[in-house]
Nanobody, 119 residues
Framework: QVQLVESGGGSVQAGGSLRLSCAAS???????MGWFRQAPGKEREGVATITGGGRPTYADSVKGRFTISKDYANNTLYLQMNSLEVDDTAMYSC??????????????WGQGTQVIVSA
């Protein structure tokens, strides 16, 4: 069972940047990993995923602003968030599928890190 621990959330003004980290307890080189977010009163939505082979995909709302990446040396998943908007305010969580493709169930979740973007 992979343990996932997020960090890096905080408060920032619109237009600013944050980098979220997700430390994994196990070798996640071959896992599909992803970032999700949930704003108050809204359903959880996928933000970005990255396959075991390193291929990223993004939600339309964050394309060109967010970048997902893996640090294999440190078993850490990152989400670089630039040009933040008020609508990006949410609890961000990382998740993992124990398979290289992203066609399985998200079986491992972190506890989340809060991002607040003010106007």
């Amino acid at each position: 069972q992979v343990q996932l621990v997020e960090s890096g959330g905080g408060s920032v003004q619109a237009g600013g940047s944050l980098r979220l980290s997700c430390a994994a307890s196990d070798i996640f080189r071959w896992y599909c990993m992803g970032w999700f977010r949930q704003a108050p009163g809204k359903e959880r939505e996928g933000v970005a995923t990255i396959t075991g082979g390193g291929r990223p995909t993004y939600a339309d709302s964050v394309k060109g602003r967010f970048t997902i990446s893996k640090d294999y040396a440190n078993n850490t998943l990152y989400l670089q968030m630039n040009s933040l908007e008020v609508d990006d305010t949410a609890m961000y969580s990382c998740a993992a599928q124990p398979a290289p493709s992203c066609n399985s169930r998200w079986s491992n979740w972190g506890q989340g890190t809060q991002v607040i973007v003010s106007a």
